[in-house]
C-alpha cells in the first residue's frame, strides 16, 4: 500500500470510529491507528480536531477502546523483549500510540462534562484477572481481558493494577532512557534496557551518552505527550490576569528537544502539591526539592554558563551591525523562569549568583528583556516576570551593596537599553532603568510599579555615590508621584508615593554622607517636598487646573499638543495619570529646576500653603489620633517604628494587589476626608528635617550647580544632621498568593503553547484548534519571507498540500473543523513562519 493509499484508508477509519458505534474491541480495526500513520504529521492532520470532538460526543464508548487499544500496544512494545525491532516489535508503532494519544488528550480535557469520567478512567486503581488462562490473542500478541478490563466475571479472583495514566507515565519514562529507541544500544550484558542515563553532560554528569537525530527525534515525541498529559491546566478558568505572549517558529529539531526537556522540567518544579488528607503525611514535590539540593560550584556555574548563553544571545544579536544575522534561541522566557525559580528554592544558588558579579550579569539581561519589551502588549507577562526576579535579588542586603561597583560595559548594550553619556554605578544604571520602565512603558506596567519601587527600597540603604542622573531620575519619580493630578488619580497612588519616600528615607538616614549629589538633589527640590507637607484636595484641584489652563495656552499658541497629557479637575481623567504622563509645573524635572531663591530661604508658604484654606486646615487634626494631637509632623516622625498609626509596615509586594497604580473604581472621587486618611502617614520627616537643619548652610555661590561642586560636597559630608536616626531596614518581599500562582502558571502554559502552536519541522500544534481557557489566544499576521527567513516556492507547496489533506472529508458529512497546521483555525496559526500570541 503506498503512502497515498495508507492515508486515504486512516482518514476512512476515522469517520468509522465517530459513525459506527459501539465497535468491538477485538475488530482488527484498531491495529490501523499504529499500523497506517507515517509521521505525527499524519496523525495530527488526517485525525482533525472536528474528528476527535465528533467521536468524543457521540461515541465515548469507541474513544475509551481506542485509548485502551494504543495504550495496550505501547504497553506490550516496552515490554516487549526485541523492542525495538521492525518485525516483532516496530518502533513506528510504539510512536504511532503516542501521537494518537497526543492528538487526543487535550480534547478530553476541554470538555467539562468528562471531568468525572476522565478522573475514573485515568486515575481509578483497576483490577487485573489472576491465574486466568491465556485466550485469543488480540492487538498483536496482547490479552484483551487484561489490557481492556472486558469481559471479567465477578466471581473471579483481582488484583489491583496501577491507574492507567500512572502505567502510561511510568511507559513513558522508560521510554525516555531505552536502548536502541532513545539510548545508544545497551551492552549485552546489561540487564534491563531501561538505562536512567543522562542525555548530556551536565549536572551529576561529566560524560555525555551517544546519540542521534532519530533518538532526539523520539524524544522529543515522548516529551511532547508528557507536556500534554499535563496540560489539563489550560483548559481551567484563570483567576489571574490573562497573560500576553507572542512566539516565533523555530525549526531546528535539537532545539525542540532542549525546548521540551525545559518546559516539561519547569511544569514538574512548579506543580502544587495537593493538600494531604490526613495529618501526619506531607506531601513534597521532590523535583523542586532536589533542586534546592543542588551544591556543587561546578553545578551551578554550568547552570550559569548555559542560562547567560541563551539569555545573552538576543542582546549579541541586537548589538550586531546586522541585527538577526545571529542566531537566536526562542526559549529564553522559560530560562528567565527557571533562573527565578533556582534563586527561590536554592539558598546555595542565590548566594553564588548574588555573593559575587555575576549577579551584575543577570541584573543587565533581566534589564535588556524588561525594557526591550516594556511597550509590547504580548511581552507583558515576560516584563512583569523580569522585574519580580530583580525584586527576588534586591530582598538580599549584599546584592544591594554589590551595586554599588562601577559599571564599565554600558557602551556595548544595544541602543534600546543603552544610557547616553552613562558613568556609573549598577545602582546608577538600575534606577534610571527603572525610571524609564515606569515612565516609558505607558501605562501598561502600572500593576507592578509596586514591585519596581520595591527594588529601589530593598536596595536603598546599601547604594553609595548615586550620580547626578540617578538622583535626578529618583527626584523626578517623586516630582510625578507627588503630582495632584496623580495622587486624585485613585485611592492607591498615595501608596506608591509613600514608597518613594521610604527608599529616599533610607538613602539619607543610613548612607548621608556617601550620598551628596543626592542629598543635594533632594534640597533644591525643596519647595516640592514642603508643599506636599500641606497638600489639601482645594491646592490639588487648583492645581491641576492651573496646568490645564496652561496646556491650552501653549497649544493656542502652536505648541506641541502631543506632548500633553490630559487630567480631569476631580482627579478622574479620561487617560489615568501615569507616572509617564503626569505634566510638570514647566516642563521636565531636573535638578535645579526647582531650587529656590534668595528670599525664599526663610521657608515663607508656597502657593499650595496659601491656596489651603483655615477651615480645612483646622479640621485636619481631627483626623489625627488623640493621643498625637497638637503634636509638629516632626514630633510624630520620632514615634516608635511600632506607632499605630504612623509605623512603617514590612509591607510585600505581590500580585494580590494588581490594583496598585490604577483606578480603584470608575469615577473615583477624591475628599478631604480621604486624604487625611494617607497624608499625615507620609513619612516625610527625615526629608523635611533635612530641609531644615541643611538648606541654610550651602553656599550661595552654588545655587546654579548641579551638586558636583566640591564645596557643596564637602559641606554636605562634613554637616551632622540632627533629629535623624537610621531606621530599621525593611525588606520588602516578594510574596505568592493564589492569585500570583494563577497568573505564573498561565504564564508558562502560554510560553509553552505559543511556542508549540506554529507548525514546522518537528512541532505538531498539539493544543490547536482546543477550547483553552487559561489564555485568550489571539491571530497575528504570519511573517512573509525575508532575507534571514526565506521562503521558496517548494515551502509554499508542500504546506498547501498538507492543508488540504488535512482538511480533506472524504464523506461530506464533516463539521469544517479546523487542522492543526491549517491557514487559519481557532488559534490563529497561519502557516509555517505564522506567528499568534496569547492573551
Not at 555575576?358 to 511581552?379: G, I, M, N, P
Request: proline share 6%; with cysteine; charged share 20%.
Amino acid at each position: 500500500m503506498g503512502a497515498s493509499d495508507s492515508k486515504l484508508v486512516f482518514k476512512q477509519g476515522i469517520f468509522r470510529l465517530s459513525e459506527e458505534k459501539g465497535i468491538s474491541p477485538n475488530d482488527p480495526y484498531w491495529t490501523s491507528f499504529w499500523k497506517l500513520p507515517e509521521s505525527a504529521e499524519d496523525v495530527f492532520t488526517l485525525f482533525s480536531p472536528t474528528d476527535v470532538r465528533r467521536t468524543r460526543d457521540t461515541s465515548l464508548t469507541n474513544l475509551e477502546t481506542l485509548i485502551l487499544a494504543v495504550t495496550a500496544r505501547l504497553f506490550y512494545l516496552r515490554n516487549h523483549p526485541s523492542f525495538p525491532d521492525l518485525e516483532t516489535a516496530p518502533e513506528k508503532e510504539a510512536l504511532n500510540c503516542i501521537r494518537v494519544l497526543t492528538r487526543i488528550l487535550p480534547f478530553i480535557y476541554e470538555a467539562d462534562n468528562l471531568e468525572t469520567w476522565e478522573d475514573d478512567f485515568f486515575w481509578k486503581v483497576r483490577r487485573k484477572r489472576m491465574n486466568s488462562a491465556r485466550t485469543e490473542v488480540i492487538f498483536d500478541e496482547a490479552r484483551p481481558e487484561e489490557e481492556l478490563n472486558l469481559s471479567r466475571s465477578p466471581e473471579e479472583d483481582f488484583e489491583e493494577m496501577k491507574p492507567l495514566a500512572e502505567e502510561l507515565i511510568d511507559t513513558l519514562i522508560d521510554l525516555l532512557f531505552f536502548s536502541e529507541f532513545t539510548l545508544p544500544k545497551a551492552p549485552q550484558t546489561a540487564k534491563s534496557k531501561v538505562t536512567f542515563a543522562i542525555w548530556q553532560s551536565g549536572v551529576g554528569c561529566n560524560t555525555p551518552i551517544g546519540t542521534s537525530k532519530e533518538f532526539e527525534s523520539n524524544r522529543c515525541e515522548i516529551l511532547r505527550l508528557l507536556l500534554t498529559l499535563t496540560s489539563k491546566a489550560i483548559y481551567l478558568p484563570a483567576t489571574s490576569w490573562r497573560v500576553p505572549y507572542d512566539h516565533v517558529v523555530f525549526k531546528d529539531p535539537k532545539q525542540i528537544l532542549v525546548s521540551y526537556s525545559l518546559q516539561l522540567l519547569l511544569i514538574l518544579v512548579l506543580y502544587p502539591v495537593p493538600e494531604p488528607h490526613s495529618s501526619h503525611l506531607s506531601p513534597k514535590n521532590y523535583y523542586r526539592h532536589f533542586l534546592g539540593r543542588l551544591h556543587r560550584p561546578q553545578d551551578f556555574q554550568f547552570l550559569v554558563d548555559g542560562m547567560t548563553r541563551i539569555l545573552h544571545q538576543p542582546v549579541q544579536a541586537n548589538s550586531s551591525y546586522l541585527p538577526g544575522s545571529q542566531k537566536s534561541i526562542k526559549w529564553a522566557p522559560e530560562m528567565i523562569m527557571l533562573f527565578w525559580e533556582a534563586l527561590q528554592c536554592n539558598k546555595r544558588f542565590r548566594s553564588f549568583i548574588i555573593d559575587t558579579d555575576r549577579a551584575h550579569d543577570f541584573v543587565v539581561l533581566v534589564l535588556f528583556y524588561a525594557l526591550e519589551q516594556k511597550t509590547d502588549l504580548s511581552k507583558q507577562g515576560v516584563v512583569r516576570m523580569c522585574v519580580f526576579v530583580l525584586q527576588t535579588l534586591s530582598a538580599e542586603p549584599n546584592f544591594g551593596k554589590g551595586l554599588n561597583k562601577k559599571f564599565e560595559g554600558q557602551d556595548s548594550l544595544p541602543a534600546s537599553v543603552r544610557i547616553p553619556n552613562f558613568d556609573g554605578t549598577y545602582a546608577d544604571y538600575v534606577i534610571i532603568s527603572i525610571y524609564n520602565l515606569i515612565t516609558g512603558s505607558k501605562g501598561k506596567l502600572e500593576a507592578i510599579y509596586p514591585a519596581l519601587l520595591a527594588i529601589i527600597n530593598n536596595t536603598a540603604a546599601y547604594l553609595e555615590n548615586l550620580g547626578v542622573n540617578a538622583s535626578s531620575k529618583l527626584l523626578q519619580l517623586f516630582s510625578s508621584m507627588s503630582s495632584p493630578g496623580f495622587l486624585l488619580a485613585n485611592d492607591k497612588n498615595h501608596a506608591l508615593l509613600h514608597s518613594l519616600l521610604e527608599s529616599m528615607n533610607a538613602i539619607i538616614e543610613h548612607q548621608y554622607s556617601k550620598n551628596p549629589t543626592f542629598v543635594y538633589a533632594v534640597l533644591r527640590s525643596r519647595k516640592k517636598f514642603m508643599a506636599l507637607r500641606s497638600f489639601t484636595l482645594e491646592s490639588g484641584q487648583e492645581e491641576i487646573e492651573k496646568q490645564r489652563r496652561l496646556r491650552k495656552e501653549r497649544s493656542n499658541d502652536g505648541g506641541n499638543e502631543s506632548s500633553i497629557r490630559a487630567d480631569s479637575t476631580d482627579g478622574a481623567s479620561q487617560r489615568t495619570p501615569t507616572p509617564g504622563n503626569v505634566p510638570e509645573e514647566i516642563g521636565a524635572f531636573a535638578i535645579g529646576d526647582d531650587d529656590d531663591s534668595e528670599d525664599e530661604q526663610d521657608h515663607g508658604p508656597t502657593p499650595s500653603q496659601s491656596s489651603r484654606t483655615p477651615s480645612i486646615s483646622s479640621s485636619a487634626d481631627d483626623t489625627v489620633p488623640l493621643q498625637l494631637r497638637g503634636m509638629s509632623e516632626k514630633a510624630r516622625g520620632k514615634m516608635p517604628a511600632g506607632a499605630p498609626t504612623f509605623s512603617r509596615q514590612n509591607s510585600t509586594t505581590s500580585l494580590s494587589s494588581p490594583t496598585a497604580g490604577r483606578p480603584s473604581a470608575v469615577g473615583f472621587a477624591p475628599s478631604a476626608q480621604w486624604i487625611e486618611t494617607w497624608l499625615p502617614e507620609l513619612p516625610l520627616h527625615t526629608i523635611l528635617t533635612l530641609i531644615q537643619e541643611l538648606g541654610p548652610r550651602l553656599p550661595r555661590s552654588d545655587t546654579s550647580s548641579d551638586g558636583r561642586s566640591p564645596s557643596i560636597i564637602q559641606t554636605i559630608r562634613s554637616t551632622h544632621i540632627r533629629g535623624i536616626e537610621p531606621s530599621p531596614i525593611r525588606v520588602h518581599l516578594f510574596e505568592w498568593s493564589p492569585l500570583s500562582l494563577g497568573w505564573y502558571e498561565s504564564l508558562l502554559w502560554g510560553f509553552i503553547f505559543a511556542s508549540e502552536m506554529v507548525v514546522s519541522r518537528g512541532t505538531v500544534g498539539v493544543w490547536n484548534g482546543t477550547a483553552v481557557k487559561l489564555f485568550r489566544v489571539q491571530e497575528t499576521a504570519a511573517e512573509g519571507p525575508s532575507l534571514l527567513a526565506p521562503r521558496g516556492a517548494v515551502d509554499a507547496v508542500g504546506s498547501n498540500l498538507v492543508q488540504r489533506i488535512g482538511n480533506l472529508n472524504l464523506t461530506g458529512s464533516g463539521q469544517g473543523g479546523h487542522t492543526a497546521g491549517g491557514g487559519g483555525g481557532q488559534n490563529g496559526v497561519g502557516g509555517e513562519t505564522g506567528t499568534g500570541h496569547v492573551v
